[in-house]
């Protein structure tokens, strides 16, 4: 089996610093920060088993997938060398094509 390593794009450290802004707002960082943490750790198991993530039912694409953390959605891409987080949005949020 190969391990793939995981990197983050920047639009994803992005939305990650949303939510501990958001959290921060009010009043309650530690939530944020407690989110922030479990979701990084949610994505370790992308390392050796990358599609176990659902195919992102929006673009139906077999290597754009998601991980599901309430209330968050964990995009990613698969690639020949790596996972790419791309966003981490609200789980209620739609994506859309560019």
Known sequence: MTV???EFAESA???LEDILAWYA???VPE???RLVREL???TEQLTEHPESGRIVPE???KTIR???HPPFRLVYRVDSSKIWIVRVWRSERLLTLP
Request: proline content about 5%; overall charge negative.
């Open 59 to 61: 673009f139906d694409v």
């Open 13 to 15: 450290l992005c939305d």
């Open 4 to 6: 793939k390593p995981i």
């Open 31 to 33: 939530v944020g920060e």
């Open 40 to 42: 990084f750790a949610r």
């Open 25 to 27: 707002e009010l009043q």
């Open 66 to 68: 998601e991980l599901i």
